[in-house]
């Protein structure tokens, strides 16, 4: 099935992102792929304020490199490693304390090894002056999840 979701506007990014907060559980993993101003961080805000309940200010670590929110749930991490500069360094950023939580992940790539096999991967796109965000289930449990997923 494909799970490729056209984003005409930020309205429809952050709409995107609380859908997916309706299906996270803890100890998932989200890896953000796009380029520089392709949707990450507002997709993650989507995600960040749904489960918050609230309109909680959801800016970019680039320069923290993580930031932590307490959700009525479970704990979300938002990790941008787009300045990491060696893989080794995401142990020092809380990357083991989130299997209690959710880690929502900026530039993955960089994490290297770090980066769990079980994921759902989701690939922002720019083509001409569409946006486009295409979700890939890494693992078992995140297909049967997707598995009638809507948005």
Known sequence: MDHTFVLP??????????????????????????????????LTRGIVQ???????EVPSPTYTLVQMYDGPAFP?????????EDPEGVEELGWDETVDGVALVEWPERAGRH??????????????????????PKGEGWQERLHGFSH
């Not at 559980?25 to 961080?41: E, I, Y």
């Open 9 to 42: 506007d930020e309205d429809a990014t952050l709409a995107l992102g609380q859908s997916i907060a309706r299906i996270l559980r803890p100890g998932d993993f989200l890896a953000l792929h796009g380029d520089l101003g392709a949707g990450k961080t507002t």
């Open 50 to 56: 749904a489960l918050l309940g609230s309109d909680e």
């Open 76 to 84: 979300l991490w938002h990790f941008d490693l787009y300045r990491l």
């Open 115 to 136: 980066l769990p096999g079980v994921r759902l991967d989701v690939l922002l796109e720019i083509h001409g002056d569409q946006r486009r965000a295409r979700l890939e």
